[in-house]
């Protein structure tokens, strides 16, 4: 599991022209079950991505296709995440813990 920061370089002025494109490489990481929830930082500082069931160097290639990414309105952190507890209404993110 990773969760995945995408904190805003100082192109952040390109998001709004990006912003389309941005979203619609989100709902196909949402679309492939890769996503299970993305929301912005606080403060306007970026947003964040929380993915499973995709090893690093998927990520890594899907995380550089990202138009923010690509035009460097962001620059992306990747981390990676190995829970040991959980809550019983999240137990399904355990399923995928190989990746």
């Known amino acids: 599991m990773f969760i995945v920061f995408l904190r805003f370089s100082a192109r952040r002025d390109q998001a709004s022209q990006l912003m ?19 929301g912005s930082l606080q403060s306007q500082a970026g947003g964040m991505i929380l993915a499973s069931g995709i090893t690093l160097a998927q990520l890594e290639a899907r995380i550089g296709s990202d138009p923010f990414v690509v035009e460097d309105v962001v620059q992306a952190e990747i981390v990676a995440v190995t829970p040991s507890r959980v809550d019983p209404r999240l137990e399904f993110l355990l399923a995928n813990l190989d990746s």
Do not use: I, N, P, T
């Open 20 to 38: 389309q494109a941005h979203k619609d490489w989100l709902q196909r990481g949402f679309d492939e079950d890769v996503f299970l929830l993305a």
